[in-house]
Nanobody, 124 residues
């Protein structure tokens, strides 16, 4: 059974930074793509960032490009999201996922496994 467990969320002020981590356990492959999604209050799920199995390609939503950085450690089966210059509109539940992403990126993706998420709240 595959499990994804996120950590690192919390309450911060605008302009602060946070680093989210996701540990993956179970039968997944290092060739799988991994991604972060978020769901803001009253809104639908939004793709935030993704990274291919080799780490050679990364994809970002326009709203986070230049502020967020996704990375992975295949030896540790983890994916991280470094979030800088946070804004109140970044407030959401952030979830990690495992699946596939094809060029040129979203919406060309499909996620198989999902974590339950971690809450990030950014105050103004």
């Amino acid at each position: 059974q595959v499990q994804l467990v996120e950590s690192g969320g919390g309450l911060v002020q605008a302009g602060d930074s946070l680093r989210l981590s996701c540990v993956v356990s179970g039968r997944t492959s290092s060739s799988d793509s991994m991604a972060w999604f978020r769901r803001a209050p009253g809104k639908g799920r939004e793709f935030v960032a993704g990274i291919t199995g080799s780490g050679g390609r990364t994809y970002y939503a326009n709203s986070v490009k230049g502020r967020f950085t996704i990375s992975r450690d295949n030896a540790q089966n983890t994916v991280s999201l470094q979030m800088n210059s946070l804004k109140p509109e970044d407030t959401a539940v952030y979830s990690c996922a495992v699946g596939w992403i094809l060029p040129p990126g979203p919406p060309n993706y499909g996620m198989t496994y999902w974590g339950k998420g971690t809450l990030v709240t950014v105050s103004s």
